[in-house]
């Protein structure tokens, strides 16, 4: 343990001395407009608003601090927090198939700005299109019907997609998920389980959360979006 801290002491001394950054390279999903994107490492040893960061995706122009997100350091001094700015998107992946690697490219200070501290260029995040779920009011028999097909957008390319619905249903549990991966299309196929319902009693089931991979994510506030109307055999 001690030589664990003296070795841990040693890299930041050595960090100092060299006037470098080290950062850490994770494997980070993120959607194209999450809130926040962590960049774990040592050596920002700076203001926020001195910190200039070179960051981006292949074939597309560099992120600008203050016009597309704003950086702050880590309470713990864990490296930076990135904050995405409204209606702005870590990369624009209309083109593109997900998911797309951010790459940090270079690290300055306003007191050197020609000096670039980061040795090496970094992939902090991997970027995946923002999923949605879309609204379907079509009749659904309570374990009658034993397929449920749930179309969406920002599904295609993912290795999986969790589902949270309302009232709540376990997968693997109540249903299977029979979509192929990884996806070629929104619209992941769901198979009933034997002796389970959709619903216990008739009415709207929906969706109010899903992941595809960078979190999950709520849809339509805490409303969830419907996606079918559950009624008795």
């Known amino acids: 343990m001690i030589r664990g801290l003296s070795l841990a002491v040693f890299l930041v001394v050595l960090t ?6 080290t950062v850490r390279q994770v494997t980070q999903y993120i959607y ?3 809130e926040n994107l962590r ?3 040592s050596g920002f040893d700076a203001n926020d608003h001195d910190i200039l960061l070179d960051l981006g995706s292949a074939g597309q122009p560099s992120l600008v601090a203050d016009k597309v997100f704003m950086i702050s350091k880590d309470s713990n001094g864990d490296g930076l927090i990135l904050k ?6 870590w990369a624009n992946l209309s083109q593109r198939t997900p998911p797309v690697a951010i790459i940090l490219n270079g690290v300055r200070f306003a007191s050197d700005p020609k000096k670039n501290l980061l040795p090496a260029p970094v992939i902090v995040a991997q970027v995946l299109n923002t999923p949605s779920v879309k609204e379907n009011t079509n009749v659904l028999f309570k374990s009658a019907s034993k397929e449920l097909r749930i179309n969406g957008t920002g599904f295609v390319g993912s290795g999986r ?3 949270y619905f309302q009232p709540p249903l376990t997968k693997e549990v109540a249903y299977e998920d029979v979509t192929p991966y990884p996806l ?17 009693a008739s009415g709207p089931l929906y969706v109010i959360g899903v992941d595809t991979g960078g979190g999950p994510i709520k849809l339509n506030g805490d409303d969830g979006i419907q996606v079918a109307d559950v009624q008795e055999n």
């Open 16 to 21: 100092r001395v060299f006037g470098q950054v």
């Open 32 to 34: 194209d407009k999450s």
């Open 39 to 41: 960049i774990r490492g």
């Open 84 to 89: 995405l700015l409204g209606n702005r998107r």
């Open 161 to 163: 997609v969790d589902l």
């Open 184 to 200: 070629r299309n929104d619209q992941i196929v769901l198979r009933l389980r034997h002796g389970f319902n959709w619903r216990d």
